[in-house]
């Protein structure tokens, strides 16, 4: 890089060469390179030149002329021109013309000649005013006159100084663009520059594809001391970079031979153009034409009551680039939208868009009617569900009639305001809310929930209409019936049966019974084993027989009416009633007596319906007069436990109680001292427990082999 000390290429004849203070300041600038307090290339000659053309010597004014790495030099150089100020009236020589110095001099200068405003904001160049002729000396001198406007050519990139490549500037303000809607032109903007009491120009330029480096490397859009200004050129790439750079000087001279900084800046995407959409059969198709390096087009689907908003929620066809078109299949028909699209392209590692290109177009309309409504009753009767294949448009309303709609207006299309005249009038609207969710078959349905039965209707008729764009169509009706809730059940427990009692419900022409484990909720569903009863046959065997049905451990049972509609089979409401289940124990006894037919001893076997560790207490009971009734009938006998050998393993006892229960019945063996008594002996469960009683059947063995008392030959 060339030394600051070396000839410039760039530089012009300047007035300010014969100014006595350059040569100071240029030795002075010297010593701060020397000592390595500043570097060359960011201190340059053209900044004190700068400053001297300035007239400026406060701090915080030569401060924002300098670059930063010297800015912290400014206290200094503020000092260095106080010191080579000594007069306020000191002249120097400026290219064989002389000038003032101090503040005052500098004020008396021309200002130069601005362009109204609404003018393209574009500076001519500046003519020193033409004093007027003086008065004659006999007469009064009259106040001098004001100096006539002269003409002014616009600016063009000729008249600034070339720029001098030095450290790399960062703009410190962004540029703000805005598409003309009337004209379509494209405004740009900037703010002001502050704390300049000089001339600003403002030079707007412009390059494609990558940002300008210099500001005569580029297109010159305007030169101007506003802030504003419009650029009409189509686009030329997809990225189009904008710089504004600008010169500040004391005079409008001044600030045209000063360096340029770089002030703002701002990067406009190029938007898509030969934009064409239109509809098929439901299906939006879109085209168009993008600049040459943009990645992707995004496509945005707003709703026309929506179109003045924006937002990514309206994007659509984020999967694809989208360079040659889009193709949108999920429109809904007879519904109107406002299609945008934005070119994307990356800008220095950040994706940027472009300003949107739209249109709006309504989806046609076809009436399509729904004719798959089915209903499924809530498990406690009060309430139903709908659900439905939703057409492709239009919005679905459902009608809920205690006669259905009036002949012939099923598939019908009439307007939406005839609808009262088929008997589907406002008040008879379904207003629950409607979600979508997924079918068995992967495609949608629609689930209305929760709807209720009106307390005194036994039957209800639902109709399905679809409404779109002011039309109607009447869809398939369904009825639909309730049963009466199923009340009083009883389960009378046998032996070797159960019997299931209820009131039979009114309007129902079964009753089906589910089987499930304990305590279950029949609003999970019910499915598995389950037994069907018509009311003849609930007449003809007094009740639902179940011989051998119901597991031992226990179950729920589950009742649910049945009836029928249009041929439809309708499930009323659920009643539900818990089976605790029943241990059957069989014993059997073997009574011992001596020579005389006396009784000596009585043997106990037990088998079980199913192995059990462990069992219950037992009593043996002896009544002389009957067979004992109850634990209470009688006197309990002692027994004990028999060993492998037959002999007795542990002491008398009043209570039984077998280590396990067997389906054999086969070893453990429990044996009574039975000598001197007379009448019968009964085995019985002993506990407490009036439920643990209800879930255990004790069968007893042929009446014959309980009883004592010899027999007469």
Same mark, same amino acid.
């Given at each position: ?15 300010d ?7 100071p ?9 020397d000592?390595?307090?500043v570097a060359a290339?960011?201190f340059?000659e ?11 010597t406060?701090v ?14 400014a206290d200094e150089?503020?000092r ?11 002249q ?12 005052s001099a ?15 904001g ?8 033409v ?11 009259p ?8 003409a002014?050519?616009?600016l063009?990139?000729?008249d600034?100084?070339?720029f ?7 703009p ?8 003309n ?5 494209m ?10 009491d ?8 412009s390059s494609e594809?990558?940002p300008?480096y ?8 305007a ?6 200004a419009?650029?009409?050129?189509p ?8 710089q ?15 360096q340029?900084?770089?002030y ?14 239109r ?11 993008v ?17 003045g ?7 659509i066809l ?11 299949s999920?429109?809904?028909r007879?519904e ?9 392209a990356? &800008? ?6 472009s300003? +949107?290109?739209? @249109?709006?177009?309504? $989806?046609? =309309?076809?009436? *399509?009617? %729904?004719?798959?409504?089915?209903v ?6 009060s309430?139903f ?9 239009g919005?679905?309303?459902i009608?809920?009639t ?10 019908a ?21 409607v979600?979508?969710?997924t ?10 929930a929760? &709807?209720?039965?009106?307390a005194?209707w036994s039957? +209800?008729?639902? @109709?399905?209409?679809? $409404?779109? =764009?002011?039309? *109607?169509? %009447?869809?398939?009706?369904l ?7 199923i009340?009083?059940?009883?389960l009378?427990e ?5 019997v ?13 019974l589910?089987?499930?484990p304990?305590g279950?909720d ?12 018509s009311l ?12 051998g049905?119901?597991p031992?451990?226990g ?8 009836a ?8 009323? =409401?659920?009643?539900?009633?818990e ?19 006396f ?12 192995d059990?560790?462990?069992s ?23 027994v004990?436990?028999?060993?492998a ?8 006892s ?6 396990q ?38 069968l ?8 004592l ?5």
């Open positions: 890089m060339q030394d600051s000390s070396s000839p410039d290429p760039f530089h012009r004849e300047d007035p060469d014969a100014d006595p203070r350059l040569a300041l240029l030795a002075w600038r010297q010593q701060l390179i000592s390595g307090a290339r960011s340059k053209a900044h004190l030149r700068l400053v001297l053309r300035s007239g400026r406060d915080e004014q030569i401060r924002a002329m300098l670059p930063g790495s010297v800015a912290e030099h150089m503020a260095v021109l106080s010191e080579l100020d000594t007069s306020s009236t000191e120097t020589s400026i290219t064989g013309r002389h000038r003032t110095t101090d503040a500098g004020a008396a200068l021309p200002s130069p000649t601005l362009p109204p405003a609404g003018t393209s574009t500076l001519p160049p500046s003519t020193p005013a004093p007027s002729e003086p008065a004659p000396p006999a007469a009064p001198a106040p001098p006159a004001e100096p006539a406007p002269v002014e050519s616009p063009t990139a000729a600034f100084t070339p001098t490549f030095g450290q790399q500037q960062s410190r303000q962004s540029i703000a663009l805005r598409r809607a009337a004209g379509g032109a405004e740009i903007s900037w703010p002001p520059l502050q704390g300049s000089g001339v600003v120009l403002y030079r707007l330029v594809d990558n300008p210099s500001p005569d490397r580029a297109d010159l859009v030169a101007t001391d506003t802030t504003s419009a650029d009409t050129r686009p030329g790439a997809a990225v189009r970079h904008y504004v750079w600008i010169n500040v000087g004391a005079t409008r001279a001044e600030a045209l031979t000063a340029p900084m770089l703002a800046a701002g990067v406009l995407v190029s938007p898509i153009t030969d934009f064409a959409i509809e098929d059969s439901g299906r939006v198709i879109g085209q168009w034409t600049p040459a390096g943009v990645s992707a087009v995004y496509v945005y689907r707003v709703p026309a009551a929506e179109a908003r924006d937002g990514p929620q309206y994007r984020a999967g694809s680039d989208n360079l040659n078109g889009f193709v949108d999920e429109p809904v007879g109107r939208y406002q299609y945008r699209a934005r070119c994307a990356n &800008v220095d590692g950040v994706l940027r868009l300003e +949107a290109v739209e @249109t709006d177009i309504e $989806i046609s =309309a076809v009436l *399509a009617p %729904v004719t798959d409504l089915a499924a009753t809530g498990v406690d009767g309430s569900d709908l659900t439905w294949t939703p057409p492709v448009g919005r679905i309303v009608y809920r205690q006669d259905g709609p009036n002949a012939g207006a099923e598939s299309e009439l307007p939406e305001g005839a609808l009262e005249q088929v008997g589907l009038t406002p008040e008879l609207r379904l207003t629950q809310p979600v979508t969710q079918g068995p078959d992967g495609r949608p349905r629609a689930l209305m929760g &709807v209720s039965w009106p005194d039957r +209800a008729y639902l @109709t399905p209409v679809t $409404i779109l =764009a002011g039309r *109607a169509l %009447v869809g398939r009706t009825s639909s019936v309730r049963t009466g809730a009340r009083d059940i009883e009378a046998y032996c070797n049966k159960q299931l009692t209820f009131d039979w419900p009114d309007g129902a022409a079964g009753v089906v589910y089987l499930a304990k279950y029949p609003r999970a569903g019910l499915t598995g084993k389950s037994f069907e009863i003849e046959e609930y007449e003809k065997y007094g009740g639902m027989q179940l011989t049905q119901l031992v451990g179950c729920s049972l589950h009742l649910a009416p049945v029928f509609s249009g041929g439809r089979r309708v499930t009323g =409401a659920i009643a539900s009633v089976y605790h289940g029943l241990l059957r124990l069989q014993y059997a006894v073997r009574i011992g007596r001596d020579p005389q037919g009784p000596t001893t009585a043997t106990i076997a037990m088998r079980s319906e199913h059990l560790p462990g219950p207490a037992f009593v043996l009971v002896n009544n002389p007069q009957r067979i004992p009734l109850s634990v209470h009938d009688g006197q309990a006998v002692d004990a436990p028999l060993d050998q037959g002999q007795f393993a542990d002491r008398p009043k209570e039984l109680r077998w280590s229960l067997t389906t054999s019945g086969t070893g453990e063996l429990w044996a009574a001292n039975v000598r001197g008594l007379q009448g019968w002996i009964r085995l019985f469960v002993n506990t407490p427990s009036a439920e643990r009683l209800r879930v255990i059947a004790l007893d063995p042929p009446v014959d082999s309980l009883r008392t010899a027999m007469a030959q």
